[in-house]
């Protein structure tokens, strides 16, 4: 409680002198208790996966599991194909992010710093492209992946989830900003255009690409229709798709399905609170704001 | 000094070389393809028995009188209407509570909010099908206190659109949280100084200051969201499973449905067709109206 009133007070809000601001306080003891209704959900999830089976269907409510155990994770782990799902799932949204920053960034200094012939063309299909649901291609897709013989692989996952007109939008504006003279200066020592790119450009703020590549992994890794269509073979499932088929397996074991979903998303939940920061920036400057 | 222009284009076609063989294999091909299919009778796995042939705009006719399309079409407005606005509304509230705390407490409850956005919809679903489980749900205490009994809401047809845009929301909103942070961050804090000064109460600072200048983001926010919700599919078709799914299709379900389920490539490419259009032209309308409501 006293830590809400702390936060309160250096918030800044207008007072008077001597009285503390009672609106001030209801409104952080709101913004708590709204915060925790909100994550209940999740707290929910951790809990339930950290109870045995009976005591998750038992009547009532138990906030917290009374004997908290680990034996629904290990069981999942050992009864499903999660560990190769999740090796699915790194492959592609490794491959995913690696391709999508590389293709990004080489495209956006091309556009932004070179004149071409057809660079205005290719920007405007960028920007447009931008309003178009891709999620209609699907069926086209399915037969393009299907007519090179990629489905049910990691390459036929990969493709179709490479098409990312805001990575290479995000990084032209960002190579707009930067001064002429660095340019100058680094031809002027005999740099050529890939070392401008890689050796001035790019490590000018590897923070935008830290950035781009965490937003372009965790969508990568949530991704679920593509991967869903793409594939059949259950030993080839991403950890996204995997999981509901464990649903299937395991039935009524409601502690075991919710441990499996606790573990799909567990990469990317770390991923979030470790680059927090980065996060943020990405979804702004993909945005167009400056954060 | 000055290199060659030759030379110039020459190293930015290598530059954009990956780039163009990517969108032109994975983009700009499917689309042409799609509307060409969209003007065939055809299977989505071609075999002996079943091949593809030229049908003009039979598919087009079929769609028109189709009334599963127009349901489709009709069950996405009205999500639209249950996300896009009151999910905005509830971002910016999230955001101005968020906006006044400091220091680690805000990140921490920040990440609160924040957090769901993040997580695969798979996760989200299979948490909320556990909150809402029929016989077993904690969420059914709450429902049995307001209506009597449990519900199963995933069967029963008036609560499930409601329910799948409450659950999108909490998904997705983390999203909008965060520009509508960025937009009050960038507000100058002498702004309100000066407003203050004047003795505006809070609620006068908010509608007087803070909501005119953040208008632009809420323009986005709203954007982004009607033109990322159009695309709903994977809530509807995970929470539908196994139910009566043509009551509650949506327009990207329909999509798959004709193409993997019946089986008919050509008309799953029509229907295709016909949500394009709809999305680009609801894009265009959308953003000429929040415009011209922007610059009153």
């Known amino acids: 409680m006293t830590a809400a009133v702390e936060t309160t007070m250096a918030a800044g809000v207008p007072r008077r002198a001597g009285f503390v601001d009672l609106g001030a306080v209801l409104l952080t003891i709101l913004t708590i208790i709204v915060a925790c209704i909100w994550f209940f959900p999740v707290f929910w999830a951790l809990s339930t996966s950290l109870k045995t089976d009976q005591e998750a269907i038992a009547d009532g409510i138990n906030i917290l599991p009374s004997n908290p155990t680990f034996n629904n994770y290990l069981y999942v782990i050992q009864h499903?194909?999660?560990?190769?799902?999740?090796?699915?799932?790194?492959?592609?949204?490794?491959?995913?992010?690696?391709?999508?920053?590389?293709?990004?960034?080489?495209?956006?200094?091309a556009i932004s710093q070179l004149r071409f012939p057809g660079r205005m063309a290719l920007w405007w299909t960028i920007l447009a492209s931008f309003m178009i649901p891709g999620t209609a291609l699907i069926v086209n897709h399915f037969i393009i992946i299907a007519g090179v013989k990629l489905l049910n692989t990691h390459l036929g996952v990969i493709l179709p989830l490479l098409v990312a007109p805001v990575t290479v939008i995000v990084y032209k504006q960002f190579f707009d900003g930067i001064p002429r003279d660095f340019r100058e200066a680094a031809v002027m020592d005999g740099a050529n255009e890939f070392q401008l790119l890689f050796r001035v450009y790019l490590p000018m703020n590897w923070g935008i690409t830290t950035a781009l590549a965490i937003i372009t992994f965790i969508g990568a890794w949530n991704n679920f229709l593509w991967p869903f269509l793409a594939i059949q073979n259950e030993k080839m499932m991403t950890v996204t798709v995997g999981i509901t088929q464990v649903q299937d397996t395991f039935g009524v074991a409601y502690a075991r399905v919710i441990a499996g979903a606790v573990m799909a998303g567990l990469p990317v939940a770390i991923a979030y609170l470790l680059f927090q920061r980065r996060v943020t920036q990405a979804i702004t400057l993909s945005a167009g704001i400056k954060g | 000094m000055l290199k060659s222009k030759r030379n110039e284009a020459l190293v930015a076609a290598v530059l954009v070389a990956p780039f163009v063989a990517i969108y032109g294999w994975m983009f700009v091909y499917p689309t042409i393809q799609m509307v060409i299919l969209s003007l065939q009778k055809a299977p989505l796995i071609v075999s002996a028995e079943g091949q593809s042939s030229f049908v003009g705009l039979d598919n087009y006719m079929r769609l028109f009188k189709d009334p599963i399309f127009y349901t489709s079409i009709k069950n996405t407005a009205y999500f639209l209407l249950l996300t896009v606005i009151p999910g905005t509304a509830m971002a910016l509230a999230i955001a101005l509570m968020v906006t006044?705390?400091?220091?680690?407490?805000?990140?921490?409850?920040?990440?609160?909010f924040f957090l769901p956005y993040v997580l695969p919809i798979t996760v989200v679903y299979l948490i909320w099908d556990w909150m809402m489980n029929f016989q077993f749900g904690i969420a059914q205490h709450l429902i049995a206190f307001f209506t009597g009994k449990p519900v199963n809401v995933w069967r029963a047809i008036p609560w499930f659109m409601p329910m799948v845009a409450l659950i999108t929301i909490w998904w997705t909103n983390g999203f909008s949280i965060l520009l509508f942070l960025a937009a009050l961050r960038n507000i100058p804090k002498e702004v309100y100084e000066a407003a203050q000064l004047d003795g505006a109460t809070r609620w006068q600072l908010f509608w007087r200051v803070t909501f005119p200048l953040i208008w632009p983001v809420t323009v986005l926010c709203l954007t982004i969201q009607l033109i990322l919700q159009m695309k709903i599919f994977?809530?509807?078709?995970?929470?539908?499973?196994?139910?009566?799914?043509?009551?509650t299709m949506v327009m990207v379900q329909y999509i798959f449905e004709s193409a993997f389920i019946k089986n008919d490539g050509g008309y799953a490419a029509t229907v295709a067709v016909a949500m394009f259009v709809v999305v680009i032209a609801f894009s265009v309308l959308n953003f000429q109206a929040l415009r011209a409501g922007g610059s009153r």
């Open chain 1, 80 to 109: 499903s194909d999660l560990p190769i799902w999740y090796l699915n799932s790194t492959i592609t949204s490794v491959g995913i992010t690696f391709l999508v920053v590389f293709m990004s960034a080489c495209a956006g200094y």
């Open chain 2, 100 to 112: 006044r705390l400091k220091g680690w407490g805000q990140s921490l409850i920040l990440s609160m």
């Open chain 2, 234 to 247: 994977d809530q509807v078709y995970l929470f539908s499973q196994g139910g009566r799914t043509q009551v």
